[in-house]
């Protein structure tokens, strides 16, 4: 029965979040590490309205980028 009550809560759980993936972009085919092309990215999608809300380096050696705007949200991944 403990078990039963497990199961339901954890559904119960994931049916309550609500993810929209058609508002988040993932963008690959920049080169990142190139100060230039970031320096660029940021000046143009700040133009554009966005606004840069994080910046790191993933365990991948990846640098990525996140920029949001309204609802949507962009993610910038070095190649």
């Known amino acids: 029965m403990k078990k039963l009550q ?5 559904v119960l759980l994931l049916l309550s979040f609500n993810v929209k993936a058609d508002d988040m972009t ?12 970031r ?3 940021v000046e143009t999608s ?11 380096l993933n365990t991948k050696n990846e640098i990525i980028m996140i920029f949001d705007k309204g609802e949507e949200t962009r993610i910038y991944k070095s190649r």
């Not at 700040?46 to 790191?56: F, H, R």
């Open 46 to 56: 700040k133009a554009d309205g966005w606004e840069l809300k994080s910046v790191y």
């Open 6 to 10: 497990t199961l339901v809560a954890a």
């Open 26 to 37: 993932l963008n690959t085919n920049l080169n990142l590490f190139n100060p230039d092309v």
């Open 39 to 41: 320096k660029c990215l």
